[in-house]
């Protein structure tokens, strides 16, 4: 990375007539945000995979200006670089592939799971970076080197940023992943991280976000959800996922000390606020309910019973229950006539996969959800989903998916959810994963790019999922 901002932006700089500039005055970028619709918001969901070793690699890519994107691309092209600025170059197409997907769907609202921050949020260069250097930027409708249509650019006036438990070490000194090694990153952080920020998750909204009521949940304890139960090994077979040794099968995972301090969420869970303004001068809010499960797999048990409960604190939060405490000391859930979206990457299918199937469904059936989303007609949907499996580009143990339309990510699951509230009114909702025969194919299958063409290499192994609700006051 620090060849890449020395004698390549010296390379840059000597071959391109056009400098960086300003950025406020650089024609690239665009002057006035867009607009939105007062009667009905476009609220998405998208795991964005900007996972990297280092937040550092991620501000360094994101802060790199057209210009030196378009060097860094042809320089790729034409097999001129080194590998390690190859890599770069590389990332660069991820992003602008991306950026791409959210310029063609165009959503008032975007939840960006694996966006990775500094871990406490409080550094915002990489999500500036993303929203000046590539989504304020003209992408192409097909793929990285202009196969398709221009897009308009998209602006975001606003974003909110937030602190992880991944990668945040444990303060006690716990063994919490029974390695024998006490202390140690990623297993013994509060959630798996090979530093603190990875995997963490960010807002951006065309719509105010009410900072001042924004509520987390990060420091909430697990053993402090009235229906969780210490978690066992119950994973007992696994050659992938041994029982640590000095273990045995039906062990609890941890020791009575670390339930007693061991956080629910892998991530966060936060409620954000969003005012979307009316006709007459007064504003609605919306509640997006934010959260990135642990997946339930890889390991002998645990991470299958916390994926449950992290979804089932959703459930309880949207009854109302008082248990909950938020960051600030704040008790209760939402109130009982509040309009939510509950919206992640939560790792978990109703219908398929490994995890507890009665919490995702707990959550989607709930009464208070609006199951026209959820189950009926206006499920987001795709046509790429099943050919995805039926090429077998998706994970083959899924192919027999109920509703291979659904599938959201290459495992063959349905995995990402926009999950609105009974009193929302749905107009519309969809699933961004083209066919072959659809504009767009390139974004997510490019055989040109990366060892495997497809999935992180291109843009994400996960596609973005969106719902359009009605505003009503």
Known sequence: MKMLKTSLALAISTTLLFGCGDETTNNYYPQEPTVPSSTEAKIAVFNLSFDRYTYEDLVAEMKLTKPEQDAL?????????????????????????????????????????EFNNDGTAENNDALIGFRLNYLSVSQNSNSFDQDGT??????????????????????????????????????????????????????????????????????????????????????????????????????????????????????????APILIPQE????????????????????????????????????????????????KGVTGGLSTDAQFVVMGDLNADPLKGDGDLTAINALMDHDKVNRLATFGPLA????????????????EANWDTPYPGQVTSTSGLRLDHV?????????????????????????????RVGNYGNGKDISSDHRMVWIKAEINN
């Open 150 to 271: 221009q897009l308009d650019p998209i602006v975001f006036q606003y974003f909110a940023n937030f602190a992880t438990n991944t990668g945040l070490l444990n303060e006690f000194g716990f063994d919490l992943d029974n390695d024998g090694n006490p202390g140690q990153l990623p297993g013994d952080a509060w959630g798996f991280g090979t530093y603190h920020g990875q995997y963490a998750f960010a807002l951006m909204s065309m719509y105010e976000i009410d900072h001042d009521n924004i509520r987390t949940f990060q420091k909430f304890k697990w053993s402090d959800m009235p229906s969780a139960t210490m978690p066992t090994i119950t994973n007992c077979n696994d050659s992938w996922n041994p029982i640590p040794d000095g273990m045995e099968c039906g062990d609890d995972w941890y020791t009575a000390e670390e339930w007693a301090e061991v956080r629910l969420s892998s991530k966060n869970h936060v409620d």
């Open 419 to 447: 999950v609105p509230s009974e009193n929302l009114t749905i107009s519309d909702s969809g699933i961004y994963w083209p066919a072959t025969f659809e504009d767009g194919r390139l974004l997510m299958n490019d055989e």
């Open 280 to 327: 007459d001068g007064t504003s609605e809010t919306i509640h997006l309910l934010m959260s990135h499960p642990t997946p339930p797999i890889f390991d002998t048990g645990k991470n299958k019973v916390q994926n449950a409960d992290e979804v089932n604190f959703w459930v309880d939060y949207i009854d109302g229950q008082s248990y909950m405490y938020d960051d």
């Open 380 to 395: 987001p949907a795709s046509l790429g989903g099943p050919e995805c499996l039926a090429l077998g580009e998706c994970k």
């Open 73 to 113: 691309v042809e320089g790729w092209e034409n097999d001129t670089l080194s590998e390690e600025v190859k890599a770069t170059a590389l990332k660069v197409i991820q992003i602008r592939n991306v950026a791409a997907i959210i310029q063609t769907e165009r959503p008032e609202v975007i939840m960006m799971a």
